[in-house]
């Protein structure tokens, strides 16, 4: 069976982004030669999974898409017209989707975030592992990793790497 890798990077505090959606935070641990396993992270995969909000934040960041050569989808209620870029827009319940595409022929599948389709596919049971890398600061406030009501779930720790930057890298597998 596929693994949904939830791979994202968080505030001490717990956020994705500002409340303005921001994450001009994340460069205080840019560090040249240091991608924090990014590279070979998404070497491993070949499917993105992203909540609309998430998608177009990537497109603002301008230049090409960054995921082309992968298989994406960008959950949305809302149907969304064609897509210069290689995605496809999924107005199906994201759990239904990702439960058969989790089924079927494939590798790994990253969800990209953002925290509103982390929790749907979190209270589905449908994220295999979780890679957290929390960045050194509080926030106070911004878009939670987990959005609207998660559901308590048990988590297990399975690596750790702390880089002198001060970004902590967590791998936890479902527990
Ligand atoms: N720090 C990081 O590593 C990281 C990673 C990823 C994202 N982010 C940030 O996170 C922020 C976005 O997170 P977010 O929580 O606000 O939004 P999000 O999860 O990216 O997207 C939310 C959108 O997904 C769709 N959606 C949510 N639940 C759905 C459901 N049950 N069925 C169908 N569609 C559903 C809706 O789209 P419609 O409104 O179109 O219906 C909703 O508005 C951005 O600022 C992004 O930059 C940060």
Redesign the pocket.
């Known amino acids: 069976m596929r693994k949904v890798i939830l791979y994202?990077?968080?505030s001490i505090d717990g956020y994705?982004?500002?409340p303005d959606?921001?994450?001009d935070w994340?460069s205080m641990v840019e560090k040249e030669g240091e991608d924090y396993g990014y590279g070979a992270f998404l070497a491993s995969v070949d499917t993105t999974l992203?909540?609309?909000?998430?998608?177009d934040?990537?497109l603002g960041f301008g230049g090409p898409f960054p995921y082309q050569k992968l298989s994406n989808y960008v959950?949305?209620?809302?149907e969304?017209g064609p897509d210069d870029n290689p995605v496809q827009h999924?107005?199906e319940?994201?759990?239904a989707f990702v439960k058969k595409l989790k089924a079927g022929p494939g590798g790994d599948i990253w969800l990209?975030?953002?925290?509103?389709?982390?929790t749907?596919l979190l209270n589905a049971g449908l994220i295999d592992v979780l890679i957290l890398?929390v960045i050194p600061i509080v926030l106070g406030a911004g878009?939670?990793l987990f959005?609207g009501q998660p559901k308590e779930a048990k988590w297990r720790l399975a690596g750790h790497q702390a880089f002198d930057t001060g970004l902590v890298q967590m791998k936890y597998e479902r527990g």
């Not at 992203?50 to 998608?55: F, I, L, N, P, V």
């Not at 959950?75 to 809302?78: E, H, K, L």
Request: aromatic share 4%.
């Open positions: 994202i990077a968080a994705i982004a500002r959606g921001g994450i994340l992203m909540g609309r909000k998430t998608y934040d990537v959950f949305s209620r809302q969304r999924i107005t319940d994201p759990a990209i975030g953002g925290g509103q389709l982390n749907v890398s878009i939670p959005g």
